[in-house]
DNA sequence: GAACAAACGGACAGATTGTGTCCGCTAATG
DNA sequence: CATTAGCGGACACAATCTGTCCGTTTGTTC
């Protein structure tokens, strides 16, 4: 592996520094992939990422010569983001907030991310895998926490309890009420945690 | 406004009968775009309804030269069914019990049809939006009834819980795992009429 | 079973949308 | 100021969808 850099001027010595708007475009790229991404799913075409960033379709293939890399970094970006979630809930003190933190915040940005549905382990190579993993492992281990104290019921599995926070994310139903997110994943949270605390 | 009838046939007196093969054929397109529009949503393609039922293209758009009219017929025949659940709902002598079994009906058609969201509003013209207004009248009387026989929550409008009939409809969240639709929404209705029984 | 026309299928032309490359130009760097 | 990494976006190619047309099949009638 290599980076970026082209191999010219490394063998000058010259040790040209990254140029900076050369930067500041792949972070613009990122961004505004992240965003694509979340709203049209893993199908957005480069031309749509690029307008996104307000670059050249050039900019975005010359970074990200493959698309398979490019959404690697995108999920990889989700993922740190969720894992620091679960932290947080594992830190709570108490298991039920902790919970309902994880589960808040799962829930919010699977509907952010409403695009992406159940792409997250099909796509983005082992190491975006790994992080999947470890966050997954976080949050059985806050699930699981929750349920020996009985303060969440016991009659679901942790990967169970994890399905539900795709509910919120819906649009809408057949019956065509305006989404309304604001409202609407709120209210939605409200029923399930009710639905899942014990006793 | 006219049937598909060819006017030199009715002129000459004949009378002849739409052909059988044609009945059978309209019937097939109309069960494939029933079928098409579940899963890829309102966008598919011709070519995709014509396969799905197994007949040419040309057969497709001989029938539904518009596509809106195809649509229309489409959704008109979802709400059918859906309204048919609501009145099902509304005999029930126990007012939780035909909630439940319209809140059921509701999130499995939902599920089913997972393609077209919340597009039902937005096609099919005023006939469909005549329907959709029917459906809408019975559902609330039978969510207003659970409500003023104390069995269901009372801090939800109406609209509210029936926008909850999309939750079990997601198919996964950010974290990927499998969706497994049989299982799945069972736990997910389970959790969310938990949610919203009363007391 | 012969004759007629309704209905069919699918090839095809045109439009639209996405992919990936190339090259003249801009501007960062030293 | 000279050099060149990096930029933008036009462009050629590919894939997909739309809608039509016409030779062929098949239901219906006599």
Redesign the interface.
């Given at each position: 592996m290599n980076t970026k850099r082209p191999a010219a001027s490394q063998a000058q010595g010259t040790a040209m520094p990254v140029r900076v708007d050369a930067q500041r475009n792949a972070a613009r790229v990122l961004a505004a992939a992240r965003r694509a991404v979340a709203s049209a799913g893993l199908d957005v075409s480069y031309h749509e990422i690029a307008r996104e960033a307000g670059v050249g379709v050039g900019t975005v293939y010359r970074r990200y010569p493959e698309r398979d890399k490019l959404m690697a970094a995108v999920l990889s970006d989700?993922l740190t983001e969720?894992i620091a979630t679960a932290h947080q809930g594992l830190d709570c003190d108490d298991a039920w907030e902790g919970f309902s933190l994880l589960f808040t915040g799962?829930?919010l940005?699977?509907a952010q991310?409403a695009g992406?549905?159940?792409?997250?382990?099909?796509h983005g190579g082992p190491a975006v895998a790994q992080r999947?993993h470890e966050?997954?492992d976080l949050?059985r281990r806050v699930i699981e926490r929750a349920q020996d104290q009985g303060r969440l019921r016991r009659d679901?599995a942790w990967?169970?309890v994890?399905?539900?926070?795709?509910?919120?994310?819906?649009?809408?139903?057949?019956?065509?009420?305006?989404?309304d997110p604001a409202h609407?994943h709120h209210?939605?949270l409200?029923?399930?945690?009710?639905?899942?605390r014990a006793g």
């Open positions: 989700i969720l799962l829930a940005r699977t991310n992406l549905s159940g792409s997250l382990d099909q999947r966050l997954l949050a679901l990967q169970d994890l399905r539900l926070t795709g509910a919120p994310a819906v649009q809408g139903c057949v019956l065509g009420l305006e989404p609407g209210f939605v409200t029923v399930l945690l009710d639905g899942l």
